[in-house]
């Protein structure tokens, strides 16, 4: 698997993200049908266009702190991940992973693990001491895929975005590195 950064300046000043790209990231979040229903990021969960897609990604860019990670294999778009170097609340030390989605056709093939200890492994080389993530109270498969990976809840709160219940999970970063 390889891991490449998606350039802030992709989205910035109006800028389109390349045609294919946006079509790898919108099969991506379309494939993800049931995790769309339960977020409500899109109006319509069957028809995630292109344009909603690369909204997303602006909205997520605009954060001073925020990369965009896409993983690929064989070439193939398998995953992509929002990091925040910093959150929006000034009193929160950690990093945050805002987003982490696999394709549906990759689901357990151990690309959400790999992209997670990427993740990870690159915080834990910056220096920082804890990663955290919001996952929605109404999602038990990410809640379990979380705590599997070492993450505890340390709060219950809804998210700073739309208001939905979330539960917060953290992980600490130190020690040894993640497994890749």
């Known amino acids: 698997m390889i891991v490449e950064t998606l350039?802030?300046?992709?989205?910035?000043?109006?800028a389109a993200l390349p045609g294919p790209?946006?079509?790898?990231?919108?099969?991506?979040?379309?494939?993800?049908?049931?995790?769309?229903?339960?977020?409500g990021d899109f109006p319509d969960p069957d028809a995630i266009r292109p344009e909603q897609v690369a909204a997303a990604l602006a909205d997520e860019l605009a954060q001073p702190s925020a990369e965009v990670l896409l993983a690929r294999s064989e070439g193939r778009l398998v995953a992509v991940a929002v990091t925040l170097g910093h959150h929006p609340d000034p009193a929160d030390p950690d990093p945050w992973l805002g987003l982490l989605m696999v394709h549906a056709d990759e689901h357990r093939a151990g690309f959400g693990r790999r992209l997670a200890a990427h993740v990870e492994d690159g915080f834990r080389a910056g220096g920082r001491t804890g990663l955290k993530l919001a996952v929605l109270e109404n999602?038990?498969?990410?809640?379990?895929f979380w705590a599997s990976l070492g993450y505890e809840e340390t709060a219950r709160r809804p998210?700073?975005?739309?208001g939905r219940p979330c539960?917060?999970?953290r992980k600490s970063l130190r020690g040894s590195q993640?497994?890749?």
């Open 7 to 14: 350039a802030p300046r992709a989205l910035e000043d109006g």
């Open 21 to 39: 790209l946006l079509t790898e990231l919108t099969a991506l979040y379309a494939s993800n049908r049931e995790f769309q229903q339960l977020s």
């Open 139 to 144: 999602n038990p498969k990410a809640l379990a």
């Open 159 to 162: 998210d700073l975005a739309h």
């Open 167 to 169: 539960v917060v999970l």
């Open 178 to 180: 993640a497994l890749a």
